[in-house]
Every structure is written in C-alpha cells, then in structure tokens.
C-alpha cells in the first residue's frame, strides 16, 4: 500500500508548503504520538520520545508544533536541540524511548525542512507503523484531559553522550596523533560535534563549515558541496579532509592531494580493510547507483555482494535479510551494524581512518586498487516515466546499448521518486563509448515525451 505522507526518509518539503506546516506537523506529533502510546509499544507504560533538529532555522518552529502535538496525545518529550540524525538514533535506543523524531531536510537547502522517526531500536519506522500513523492523521485531532498530558524535559548532556559513544568505536589501541584532518560540518548539526570527536581521538582538526547561521546549512559546503573541503586541505596541507551533510548521516572524504572519495570508494576501504583482518562478516550491500567497477571489486576480493533499491532505508533492509553489516551508497551513507543501528557519517569516517592507521596507509593508497569506471547520468523530463520503460523502442535502445558494452558497463533506466524525471544511466570502462550510449537512449525518451 502506497503512503500519503511518508517517503522514503520521512516527511519532507518546503517550510510553510504542506505537509510542512506548523498545524500538519502538530496533527503529525498528535498522531504519531496516539499510535506510540498504544501498549502494544509501551507495555503499559507511558511513552517518550525524543526530538532533535539541525541547524535550519525553521527547526524551532517545527520543534514546537511536534511537541505540543506529542504532549497533547500524552506523550512525554525530550529535547536535545540540534544533533546529528544518527545521534538521535543511538540516544533513543540507550535511553530506552518508545521512538526518535529528526527535525531535518539532509542535505537539502535552508528552505525544505522534514520529519524523520527512529524506532525504540534505532532504526526507521517499519512501514506498518508509517501506516497506522497515517491512518491516525485521518481521524479528529483531539487533547488529553489536563492529567493525562505529557511532560518537556530538556536533556542537557547529550552532545557530550554521543561524542563518547563516537569515540568508543575507535580502537582503544589505536589513535589519530599526527594527522591533520580538515573537518567540514555543512554548517549543520555536526557543527559542535565533529571537531571533538576527531581531536579528542589525537588528531590536528580544522573546522570548516561550523558557523551555523539557521540559513546557510549546506551552502556551499559539506557532502553535497566539497570544493571548499578540498581547497582547504591543500591550503592547510592536510592529510585527508572529511566532508559531512547537514544531518551527519553522509559523509565523502578527500586525500591529501585534494581528490575526492565518494560513498563506494569509501565503503571498499572499509570492505577490504575488514577481510584482509578477518573481521569481515557476510557481505556487503550496495544499491543501483554502485558503480560497476565497486561490484567486480568485492568479487575479487570473494565479498558477496548485493544491490538494494536506492535509499539507505532500502540498503538497511537487504542487510537486515542477510544478517550482514556492511552497506551503503555511492551518495556517502554508509552503514556498519556492528557499530551502529543506522548510517552515520563521523562512524563511517572513524572506520575509514581505522583501516588506514591500522594498514599505515593514506587514503590514496588504500582506495588505489578500486578503478572507478565513468558513469554518465542524464535526467529527461517525462509525464509518465515508468511507462516508459515497457516501450519497445526505449527497450530496443538499452538492448543495443548493452550490445555495443558487450559485458563491459551497465545500463540502468529509473524513474525519480520525487520528479518527474526518467534517470538514464549508462557505465562501463570505456567513457566515450558510455557517453554515445547514454545519448542515445536520452534521445529515445525525449523523442517519445515530445
């Protein structure tokens, strides 16, 4: 069954456009309270939930509508102000809440805000959940009587809990004296938080993108934005930068010479890093979007492999069904399930920097095995892309372009799940000929959508 609200990360869209509304995010806190504070989540206890937001400044509006919805339904709250999403996660699981709530838009501009909700383990809201919340927002919204309110408590030390449980994942043995790491926080909710973790673990660290200001959040800066991270490596004669989104859940990172290491190329690090020690468990997940290159990689190093559905929420469900713990995506989010429930962009990087301190390698040597192969997407505009797909000639042109890759590339055709957009992606090793066949197939569809 098809959500009404919920995508793939929550509820999203511009501030003051619905559903992003201080009255629909109320009836939201309402409703999601009214459903988490059944005994079937709480075991006859009254429910708890907390709320963090990043830097956008539409987060003290959002925050104040969820929790007079949350309170209303007899929900007590617990504020932590901005923190990274994947803080959220750890902080509801160690203190036992009946769910989390991310105020935040990732990597998106100041403009869009969103609601994201962690479970009491974690994780993303099984889609049951999503449901009944959904069908709960289509009902009256209503108030406990004044004795069946819920309570606010703002807890104070939760920036300092998280940078410890970051740091605790780094082995006691090893450490990060005599590397100097340029940190950039998107101007988000990592803006407190990255720099310490980093330079409590030994490291020299320079900050960039920390000067929150409610509007610049991802502004020329962070995962989405890494020219300046890359400027400033070479400019402080770096050993390697660290780039993070608005909501710390997404990371890419730069060498020393200022070349830059997407999701994939920093997943294989870890990957290669654990099976050469032994410590790799199962496999490893990718999604759609891994590039081919990253496939044939795991393959030689005999690492299963499997693609999931783009989305972290999707690579999460591959892993779950594997019992691996080891997945992301090219974009930078990255997962490691024996360290954390849910992708987090300071862990990823701390694993990162344990296999190159561990194997006394720098960045380009330990990702220099992995040859990314050119992958040219092009976005055409469509009424109705997914019936394009079934189109003889649209199909005609992918056949002939995987003739002519001759099991050298791929192709992928995918509708985008947030415009109307058929995504043409074609990649193989040679970067003309990927660029001919995308071309052609882009021309095909265009032709038709004319």
């Not at 807890?155 to 998280?162: C, K, Q």
């Not at 399930?337 to 194997?359: F, M, P, W, Y």
């Not at 995918?414 to 995308?438: F, I, K, Q």
Request: hydrophobic fraction near 45%.
């Amino acid at each position: 069954m098809s959500k009404k609200y919920f995508g793939t990360d929550g509820v999203r869209g511009r501030v003051g456009t619905h559903p992003i509304t201080p009255q629909f995010v109320m009836q939201l806190g309402y409703a999601a309270g009214k459903i988490l504070a059944t005994a079937e989540h709480t075991e006859g206890e009254r429910a708890a939930v907390m709320i963090g937001k990043d830097t956008r400044i539409s987060g003290y509006l959002l925050e104040s509508a969820l929790e007079a919805g949350l309170i209303a339904a007899g929900i007590d709250v617990f504020l932590v102000g901005p923190i990274p999403t994947p803080a959220v996660a750890y902080l509801t699981r160690t203190l036992r809440l009946q769910a989390g709530i991310v105020i935040s838009a990732s990597h998106n501009p100041y403009q869009d805000n969103g609601i994201k909700f962690f479970s009491a383990q974690g994780t993303k809201l099984p889609d049951a959940i999503e449901h009944a919340i959904e069908n709960q927002l289509d009902l009256a919204m209503q108030c406990n009587d004044s004795h069946a309110l819920g309570k606010a408590k703002r807890i104070t030390d939760a920036v300092g809990r998280y940078i410890e449980f970051c740091k605790s994942i780094y082995p006691s043995e090893l450490n990060l004296r005599g590397l100097k790491i340029v940190v950039d926080c998107a101007h988000g909710a990592t803006y407190h938080i990255a720099r310490e973790v980093f330079h409590e673990l030994g490291a020299d660290v320079v900050a960039i993108g920390a000067a929150p200001n409610g509007t610049n959040i991802n502004d020329g800066y962070g995962a989405t934005a890494p020219k300046n991270l890359q400027a400033a490596v070479l400019e402080h004669h770096a050993d390697v930068g660290i780039a993070l989104d608005g909501d710390g859940d997404r990371l890419v990172m730069v060498d020393a010479a200022g070349v830059l290491y997407d999701g994939d190329q920093l997943l294989y690090v870890i990957a290669r890093h654990r099976q050469a020690m032994g410590t790799m468990s199962g496999g490893v997940v990718g999604t759609l979007m891994t590039n081919l290159a990253f496939e044939h990689a795991m393959k030689k190093l005999a690492i299963p492999f499997k693609r999931a559905k783009v989305g972290d929420r999707y690579v999460m469900e591959v892993l779950q069904q594997q019992g691996w713990q080891l997945g992301g995506e090219n974009s930078g989010h990255i997962i490691c399930l024996d360290k954390h429930s849910t992708g987090d962009g300071i862990i990823a990087a701390l694993q990162v920097l344990h296999a190159l301190r561990a194997q006394g390698l720098s960045l380009a040597q330990a990702a220099n095995e992995l040859r990314m192969y050119p992958q040219v997407l092009i976005n055409v505009k469509v009424a109705k892309a997914a019936s394009l797909l079934e189109n003889a000639a649209v199909q005609a042109a992918v056949l002939e372009a995987e003739t002519a890759l001759n099991g050298k590339g791929r192709v992928l055709l995918r509708p985008s799940g947030t415009e109307p957009l058929l995504r043409v992606m074609v990649e193989g090793e040679d970067r003309a000929l990927v660029e001919n066949c995308a071309k052609k197939i882009a021309d095909v569809v265009r032709g038709l959508a004319a």
